[in-house]
Structures are given as structure tokens and as C-alpha cells.
T-cell receptor, first 116, second 109 residues
């Protein structure tokens, strides 16, 4: 149980393109979803937390207009990197947790984004 | 000083060896996670614990709340255990995780 599917697993696109990444909980209701970014050989960095039906809470230094997060249902959250540039190239990974105290986070397989 | 410190950063061992990875943290927590990240990037949650000890197959995780320390042990290590192991803590009253920098484990056949 507790499977999180992330799509696409990798994407290569030209500078200026907007890229949408999907994160789905397949067998549970994800009240809260988290979006992380990871640079090579570094740890995960939380970008934002989203609760179903609410606006996402962004971490300090993360541009809201650059990284658009939508969590419109209990099984789907999307991250859109708008007008992507080479410096946005990174590994993006989502996690999801059910409602309630001390619920574990279940991670997707990540999306490797390369902007040319 | 990071809130979550892991040691060692890198570990290479022979197949069959007993492996220990350590995690120390400096904040009050409600839970500690041990995660495994494979070379492709995907992350698997191995354990979530708030006290005592948990065992799953060849993996054992322990936590000492008073000493703010946790260990992950792997018995009879195998090359397929090669991965980055990450310790992450959830602070008391919060939902965010704070991650350690990871331990890169390589098991040589």
C-alpha cells in the first residue's frame, strides 16, 4: 500500500518552456503533499507544502510565481515550473501523507528536469 | 551546525558485513524516518520510529530519545543494499521533515 506515482520521470526541454509534474497517491487520500528539490549529492530541500483545497505554503526563497503548485484533489498535486531556465534543472520529488498526527510521508520516484 | 547529522558520509564494505549508520539530531522530535534513495533517485521509506527499535528483514532501526540518536543497522549486507541512506526528523508539533545529508553505502561483492 501507500504508493505515490510521479510523472514524468524525466523531461528535457528548451529554455522558456513551462513544465508540469504530477504527483498522485494511488491507494490513499493525500491530505498533505510536499514538493522537494534535490541537487546532485545534496540532501532534499523542501520547496512547498500543499494541503488539499488550500494554497500552498512556500519555503523562504522559493518563488511562488515560478513554481506553481496545485492540490485540487485528495489524490493529485501538480508542480508547474514556469518559463524554465537552465538553473531550474534539478531532481524534483514529491511526497504525500494522509490526514492525522504522525502520518508517514510516502515518496514518489522523482522527476529529473533538464533545461537546455 | 545542522539539526540532523549523519555519519559516516560514505561507507564501503564487503558483502556480508554488518553495517551501522548513525544519526544525531538537536531538536525535539515526534518521529524519525530512515529513507533509502536508489541511484535512480527514487526514495523508499524504511522505518518511521519514535521510540525503541524496529526490525524489517535484515534492517534494524533503533532510537534513543534521551540521547537524540538513532542507528540503522544492516545485517548480512548485499550489493543490492548499495544506496544513499537518509535520516529525517519531524520536529514536535510540525509536519515538515528535516533531512540529514545522507550516507552513501557501497557494498562490494
Amino acid at each position: 500500500g501507500a504508493v505515490v506515482s510521479q510523472h514524468p520521470s524525466w523531461v528535457i526541454c528548451k529554455s522558456g518552456t513551462s513544465v508540469k509534474i504530477e504527483c498522485r497517491s494511488l491507494d490513499f487520500q493525500a491530505t498533505t503533499m510536499f514538493w522537494y528539490r534535490q541537487f546532485p549529492k545534496q540532501s532534499l530541500m523542501l520547496m512547498a507544502t500543499s494541503n488539499e483545497g488550500s494554497k500552498a505554503t512556500y519555503e523562504q526563497g522559493v518563488e511562488k510565481d515560478k513554481f506553481l503548485i496545485n492540490h485540487a484533489s485528495l489524490t493529485l498535486s501538480t508542480l508547474t515550473v514556469t518559463s524554465a531556465h537552465p538553473e531550474d534543472s534539478s531532481f524534483y520529488i514529491c511526497s504525500a501523507s494522509e490526514w492525522g498526527p504522525n502520518q508517514p510521508q510516502h515518496f514518489g520516484d522523482g522527476t529529473r528536469l533538464s533545461i537546455l | 551546525k545542522n539539526e540532523v547529522e549523519q555519519s559516516p558520509q560514505n561507507l564501503t564494505a564487503q558483502e556480508g558485513e554488518f553495517i551501522t549508520i548513525n544519526c544525531s539530531y538537536s531538536v525535539g522530535i515526534s518521529a524519525l524516518h530512515w529513507l533509502q534513495q536508489h541511484p535512480g533517485g527514487g526514495i523508499v521509506s524504511l522505518f518511521m520510529l519514535s521510540s525503541g527499535k524496529k526490525k524489517h528483514g535484515r534492517l534494524i532501526a533503533t532510537i534513543n530519545i534521551q540521547e537524540k540518536h538513532s542507528s540503522l543497522h544492516i545485517t548480512a549486507s548485499h550489493p543490492r543494499d548499495s544506496a544513499v541512506y537518509i535520516c529525517a526528523v519531524r520536529s514536535s508539533g510540525g509536519e515538515k521533515l528535516t533531512f540529514g545529508t545522507g550516507t552513501r553505502l557501497t557494498i562490494i561483492p
